[in-house]
């Protein structure tokens, strides 16, 4: 495995070499994740996961749709034991 030494800046910035950041898909913004390894630190690309949010209006609509949110009383119950 190729090594390569970098300068650490005053902020604790490195620089990771450009063969590396296009080996592993590292742009300028990405995310990366610094871990604390016993033979010292390791700095990997993060994976992030866009994350959905919905208003109570949407979320509403979501679940007025799901069958399995349907209430069941005794008279669906026996209306479906009897068409099966």
Avoid: H, N
Avoid at 14 to 23: C, D, E, F, H, K
Avoid at 43 to 65: D, G, H, M, N, W
């Amino acid at each position: 495995m190729p090594q390569s030494t970098s300068r650490v800046g005053k902020r604790g910035t490195a620089i990771i070499p450009a063969a590396l950041r296009r080996r592993f898909g590292i742009e300028e913004g990405s995310l990366v994740i610094a871990e604390d390894r016993e033979e010292g630190i390791l700095i990997r690309p993060a994976v992030a996961v866009p994350l959905e949010s919905y208003t109570p209006k949407r979320r509403a609509e979501f679940f007025s749709r799901a069958p399995w949110m349907k209430r069941t009383t005794p008279a669906s119950k026996q209306r479906s034991a009897r068409w099966g």
